[in-house]
């Protein structure tokens, strides 16, 4: 079992930043990789961005890139979610989620959610 706790979420100007937090519980959190979603009020869930056990890889949906930085601290059990160069369309609810399945990309495992609102 893994439980997830996020944490950071806020209101914000357009253009500012945030940095969401996850952290982590239950099996060991290097053995596992994570992942950033988020989803908007009438929207389906929308993937921002992923990370591998040991950091070495990283992905980015497009909508983000260049703006987000996805990263893991596995000493203190945590991912991070920075957001730079925030939009109104950044609006949602950001959740993480743990992928305990090798040769998957199933995330098995889900947070609660924070809440990220962008003003314009």
């Known amino acids: 079992q893994v439980q997830l706790v996020e944490s950071g979420g806020g209101l914000v100007q357009a253009g500012g930043s945030l940095r969401l937090s996850c952290a982590a519980s239950?099996?060991?959190?290097?053995?596992?990789?994570m992942a950033w979603f988020r989803q908007a009020p009438g929207k389906e869930r929308e993937f921002v961005a992923r990370i591998s056990r040991s950091a070495s890889s990283t992905y980015y949906s497009d909508s983000v890139k260049g703006r987000f930085t996805i990263s893991r601290d596995n000493a203190k059990n945590t991912v991070y979610l920075q957001m730079s160069s925030l939009k109104p369309e950044d609006t949602a609810a950001y959740y993480c989620a743990a992928n305990t399945i090798p040769g998957t990309l199933n995330y098995n495992y889900w947070g609660q959610g924070t809440q990220v609102t962008v003003s314009s």
């Open positions: 239950g099996r060991t959190f290097s053995s596992y990789a």
